[in-house]
């Protein structure tokens, strides 16, 4: 009997210190590198609404329903070892404002002063809408609350948005004797070349709800009413 053990005490000690080896290679060995998302994509769709300053010399706009898409390509700069990060990026921002029961003159033979004139809808549009479109850059400052896997976890953001006017126009919906006729103006003269809003987001993983407030006017200065637009929805981020 005791030279079985002994057998298997020789047979055995080897394998075992073998076994302890390997796992020692495997605990010790290089890890795997995590390279966590830095969100370079960013695709936002809000709902938007105008605030406007009240002037009795000229009508009001009459804001209904309005909405806007922003798409941006970012690069993250982690600052140092910590949670926080510095982004820039470059996409498009695209929004359309529906008004109510009114349209915008905005041809030379409607305006006054060379200014947009917001006037009541008497050839009862079912549609009328005005739509803008920028190359817009947004910077931000980030927290990320998973370092390495930024696709889960807390996040948040604040920053701005510079936006650069490429084009705008009105487009109106009406019925003609039963057809449907459609009146389109595309107009740059009024608008601000530039603008420039505040955001924020916060979030999980890869969804964050979004906000903005608008610094600039939409239109440039003396052309028509004071208007800064506002938006907040859903933000969805990764890679």
């Known amino acids: 009997m005791q ?19 390997v796992a020692d290679k495997k605990d010790n060995g290089p890890k795997p590198v995590v390279k966590p998302s830095r969100d370079f994509l960013m695709v936002q769709m809000l709902y938007t609404g105008w605030n406007v300053k009240e002037d009795t010399s000229m009508t009001m706009p009459k804001a209904g329903f309005g909405y806007k898409f922003n798409a941006y390509l970012c690069y993250d700069f982690p600052i140092k070892k910590t949670k926080f990060s510095f982004a820039a990026g470059i ?80 487009k109106g919906v009406t019925s ?31 969804f964050s709800i979004f906000g903005s407030y608008n610094l600039t006017n939409v239109l440039k200065d003396q052309a028509g009413p004071v208007i800064t637009p506002y938006s907040f929805g859903l933000c969805i981020t990764g890679l």
Do not use: C
């Open 3 to 21: 030279r079985i053990f002994a057998i298997l005490a020789f047979l055995l000690v080897p394998a075992m210190l073998l076994a302890q080896d």
């Open 91 to 170: 996409g498009v921002s695209a929004s359309v404002m529906h008004l109510k029961d009114q349209l915008i003159r905005n041809t030379d033979t409607g305006v006054v002063g060379n200014q947009l004139r917001f006037m009541a809808d008497t050839a009862n549009f079912k549609r009328y809408k005005f739509a803008t479109t920028y190359i817009q850059a947004p910077f931000e400052l980030r927290f990320f609350g998973n370092s390495n896997n930024r696709n889960k976890g807390f996040k948040a953001a604040i920053g701005v948005e510079v936006g650069a006017h490429i084009g705008s126009h009105t």
């Open 176 to 206: 003609v004797s039963g057809t449907i006729v459609k009146y389109k103006t595309n107009t740059k003269r009024y608008i601000s070349p530039w603008n420039f809003a505040a955001t924020a987001r916060m979030g999980w993983g890869n």
